[in-house]
């Protein structure tokens, strides 16, 4: 059964991208099959996976108004190990144009019906904002992870963006649901980060990942190389961070399934 997940946070800065390409390839490194949604019009997570967005024929654009189907838009990471619906700044006009059609919130969603079951994992990067792509994001999925740092305004975003998870799932969408938080950029030297971090844990529990992203400069420098980490250097820290997220998010959906069959 396909699991798709939003990777969302609309404080910018946090991390999404990164999580996304880095997940998505961890996932494919466990003989997954993946699929990366780019739901962003900056188009980072399409670079990230070493496709040039500027020479892109379709793009998730054409998808979202009805020119082209997901399959035809889709193509493949060629290092990254998995399938990719990019994005470029074209996105910025399907928004736009997103807004008077009827049933906007369900275009992402009708459009990967058709190919959802040939994947194990749908991922998809939101821009940093509460928009109708971001909207169209959390309606197509079961679950949603929250990249944040550790510091004082990212508990106050936070609030703001379950709101609207909550929102979803009472108007559009039941499924969905907090899938988990994900600490990014930690720095466990800053006592502010540990703060916050512990109180995280305090008031979500299980929901807070284990695994903790550490600022990692090889972390930083990949994307300007179009690839995930795991092939840019799969000794850093940064890749041993995002296997191990991988591992735990298997684990996670292993142990729900076992619920749900029992």
Known sequence: MTKTITIANQKGGVGKTTTCVNLAA???ATRRR?????????GNATMGSGIDKNSLDQTVCDVLLGECSAAEATCRAPEAGYDLLPANSDLTAAEVQLMNK???ERQLTLALEPVRDAYDYILIDCPPSLNMLTVNALV???GVVIPMQCEYYALEGLTALLDTIEQIRISVNPNIKLEGL????YDPRNNLANDVSSELVEHFGD???RTVIPRNIRLAEAPSFGQPILQYDKNSRGSMAYLALAGEVLR???K????VNN
């Open 252 to 254: 996670r959906d292993a």
């Open 256 to 259: 729900q399934n076992h619920y």
């Open 182 to 185: 994900l600490r990014t950029m």
């Open 140 to 142: 197509a999925s079961s």
């Open 102 to 104: 009827i049933g906007r």
């Open 34 to 42: 993946v699929l990366l949604v780019d739901m962003d019009p900056q």
């Open 207 to 209: 929901q807070v990942y």
């Open 26 to 28: 961890s996932l494919s």
